[in-house]
T-cell receptor, first 113, second 111 residues
Framework: DTAVSQTPKYLVTQMGNDKSIKCEQN?????MYWYKQDSKKFLKIMFS???????INETVPNRFSPKSPDKAHLNLHINSLELGDSAVYFC????????????FGPGTRLLVL | DAKTTQPNSMESNEEEPVHLPCNHS???????IHWYRQLPSQGPEYVIH???SNVNNRMASLAIAEDRKSSTLILHRATLRDAAVYYC????????????FGKGTHLIIQP
């Protein structure tokens, strides 16, 4: 079984559309994350979320919002897509402490035309 | 999180050991040293982590300097499948914040 899964794997859409990326983990972790990897391959944290706390990277536009229906899922909603949103988005799960390991999904490659 | 410095790229031959250095001179006492790697077209993958003592696992070894201002990831016998970008990351002891990735070291393995 895949520990952290994401759907879809590829997403091509037009500017201005609203889209969602789904993430599921079966590891029983309390904390889930979304990361963005841009065309220059820089990986940046977007959100950290557990059932008590949402930590938002201040550079993330408010068009991006995480939604967690339950502990095993953290979906990413993106409104009014822009060309600059084209990137690979990775979901991850893990513990919140300094010694904890994070497990990453395979990524969703988003292309905004 | 404190900053880390790594070489942009390194090259090694297959079946030889590889030593990947990382400097973290501003590390705090509660920072753990983590290493992740990202193979082409895949998500990052955990490799190893430590606090003060050297660590070994099935993938690699982590050697931590006595003053903790630097560390070295050791791949004992590199294979072509080890070609990846390797990230050295410091993570503080508390909180649910994510990992802060730098540019990492692009490891090239020659057959």
């Amino acid at each position: 079984d895949t520990a952290v899964s994401q759907t879809p794997k590829y997403l091509v859409t037009q500017m201005g559309n609203d889209k969602s990326i789904k993430c599921e983990q079966n590891l029983g972790h309390d904390t889930m994350y979304w990361y963005k990897q841009d065309s220059k391959k820089f990986l940046k944290i977007m959100f950290s979320y557990n059932n008590k706390e949402l930590i938002i990277n201040e550079t993330v536009p408010n068009r991006f919002s995480p939604k967690s229906p339950d502990k095993a899922h953290l979906n990413l909603h993106i409104n009014s897509l822009e060309l600059g949103d084209s990137a690979v988005y990775f979901c991850a799960s893990g513990g919140g402490g300094g010694a904890e390991t994070q497990y990453f999904g395979p990524g969703t490659r988003l292309l905004v035309l | 999180d404190a900053k880390t410095t790594q070489p942009n790229s390194m090259e090694s031959n297959e079946e030889e050991p590889v030593h990947l250095p990382c400097n973290h001179s501003t590390i705090s006492g509660t920072d753990y040293i983590h290493w992740y790697r990202q193979l082409p077209s895949q998500g990052p993958e955990y490799v190893i982590h430590g606090l003060t003592s050297n660590v070994n696992n099935r993938m690699a070894s982590l050697a931590i300097a006595e003053d903790r201002k630097s560390s070295t990831l050791i791949l004992h016998r590199a294979t072509l499948r080890d070609a990846a970008v390797y990230y050295c990351i410091l993570r503080s002891g508390g909180g649910a914040d994510g990992l802060t990735f730098g540019k990492g070291t692009h490891l090239i393995i020659q057959p």
